[in-house]
């Protein structure tokens, strides 16, 4: 499986973004699609993440701005982010395994990830 980020960009705070993750080669449809990010000087953490049968995954600190969701037929994954503030700067990137694992970062070391793709809120 090959991952590909888009949708990354500048913003100001309160505004919003759509990221998208695109999956290609040997898919499946059980597996799940996360989305970490990692800041400048901060360890990576999970974001949100949506197991194959479509329930998802947040972190506290997204809870209510973030919503993630994919389509199956198109093998990909989007993350809606509303209220951005300067806090959810960071380069995203998305990933994919058998399962969640809780968005635990380091439970995803035989996951499959993506290049990332940069998100900068301004205040």
């Known amino acids: 499986v090959q991952l590909v980020e888009s949708g990354g960009g500048s913003v100001r705070s309160g505004g919003s973004l759509t990221l998208s993750c695109a999956a290609s080669g040997d898919t499946d449809s059980t597996y799940c699609i996360a989305w970490f990010r990692q800041a400048p000087g901060k360890e990576r953490e999970g974001v949100a993440g949506i197991e194959s049968d479509g329930t998802p995954l947040y972190a506290d600190s997204v809870k209510g701005r973030f919503t993630i969701s994919r389509d199956s037929a198109k093998n990909t994954a989007y993350l809606r982010m509303n209220n951005l503030s300067p806090d959810d700067t960071a380069l995203y990137s998305c990933?994919?395994?058998?399962?969640?694992?809780?968005?635990?970062?380091?439970?995803?070391?035989?996951?499959?990830w993506g290049q990332g793709t940069q998100v900068t809120v301004s205040s």
């Open positions: 990933a994919a395994d058998a399962r969640c694992y809780g968005l635990v970062p380091a439970l995803w070391f035989g996951g499959t």
